[in-house]
Every structure is written in structure tokens, then in C-alpha cells.
């Protein structure tokens, strides 16, 4: 039995962005109780008006259908037509197959490598720079080592979590270009 996961993308109607994006953590809440269920996460977009994203994984392609064809995945699912008239996409992939190919994941329209570099930088730059400044002095009795897991997981971690969607969104215009 291999573990399967599906992705889901789909635009929420103008303006229902916010009931579409609670309704579909209320059916990954729901589809967490499912049989086999391992993982989902819901990936909002990145600019307004792009579609959504669901990732859900589960131990065997039988037990995602067994999800897909419950009474529960068909309520929720009519419940989020109600806000989203889009027809969703679906994609299913052997998980394993997901960690070691990218065949079908490439998307037609991502931005050029050195200009995501260019934006990465741009939130790195100032965010080590303040960690050095202020907590250099603090950590230098602490050992190289430690010291550096602590200055990348504190970057790493702002980044990712506050600075990296805002970069996104505010330089959507120079990654598309």
C-alpha cells in the first residue's frame, strides 16, 4: 500500500475569499477523522484573486476514495459551491513520487530563479543584519556552532513566516514580470 496525495486548486468566487478559505479548514478538519488520513494542509494564494490550494495525504489511494465518496466530503463540498462556482483540479500523485520528481508539479508561469533570489535577498539582507546587530553581543560567549543554529533558525523561521509572504505579495509585479 502506498501513500497517495492529492492537490486541489481552486479560485473562490470575488469577495468570498474568507468563507471560502473557513470552509475549507472546517473540510480538512472533518476529512482529519477519515480513515487512513495522514496529512492536509489548505495554501491560500499568494495575490489576491489566485486560487487555493489542498493538500491532502492519505495510506492508500482506498482510502482517499473512501474520503472522496463519504457523506461528510459531499457536504462540505456543497457547501463550498455555495461560495466558489470554479470547477476544482485535481491531482493525485504517489506520495513518494512527490519527494523525488517534480514531473507534473512545474507551473507554466513561475517567476525566473534570480529574480526569486533577488526578493529572498531582500527580506534575508535586513532581517540577519538586525539579528547580528542585536544578538550578536548576547551570543558571543556561546560557541560557534550553537550560535549559528540559533542566527539561521531565527532567520529561517522570520522569513518564512513574516517577511516572505509580504515580500511576495508586494513584489508580485517584479516576479511576473
Known sequence: MEQVTRIMHRRADPGREKDYEELARGMLEACSRAKGYLFSTLIP????????????????????????????????????????AHTPEYRTFNTADLWFSTTGLTVNNQPPRWRMAIVIWMGIFPIASFYIWFLFPVLEPVPFIPRMVIFTALIVITMFFGALPYLLRWMGWFLHK
Not at 66 to 72: D, G, P, T
Not at 77 to 84: D, K, L, Q, S, Y
Open 45 to 84: 494564494p499568494r495575490v489576491e484573486g489566485e486560487e487555493f490550494h489542498v493538500v491532502q495525504t492519505f495510506a492508500s489511494q482506498a482510502d482517499l476514495d473512501a474520503w472522496r465518496q463519504s457523506r461528510a466530503a459531499h457536504e462540505w463540498h456543497e457547501r463550498i459551491n455555495e461560495v466558489c
